[in-house]
């Protein structure tokens, strides 16, 4: 019996891997763990993109910032939900930065099916 099945894996699997993904800057694994037709909004409805394609043409422009990083302040699950609490570390068009994210996924068979952001106000590294 295959022990590592997506109904086996714990709630958060998919989305600790595309974090894991976002961080090398993988744009393959990073979408191995979307749905095919997953939204994806800015909170609380604003559709930014609609399936994998969109989602991975957002990501491509900014995976090529090397100081790219996404750092997990704290996660928590309630049933298929997953939030995270993270600080992004990024190049706004402004120069390099950080900004507050809180991100809710909702997981359905091993895949990220749904997923909100709320994204605070950029903060310039330069501005510290």
Known sequence: MDHDTPVSRPIEFPVQQQLEAYNARDIDAFMQWWAEDCPY???PSQLLAHGTAQIRERHLARFQESNLR????HRSVVG???V???RVTRTF???PGEVEV?????VSEGKIAKAWFKIGAPRLHSER
Do not use: K, Q
């Open 41 to 43: 909004y800015a909170f």
């Open 70 to 73: 996404g750092e997990l302040l």
């Open 80 to 82: 298929n939900l997953v």
């Open 84 to 86: 995270d609490h993270e």
């Open 93 to 95: 068009a402004e120069g």
């Open 102 to 106: 809180l991100a809710v996924y909702e």
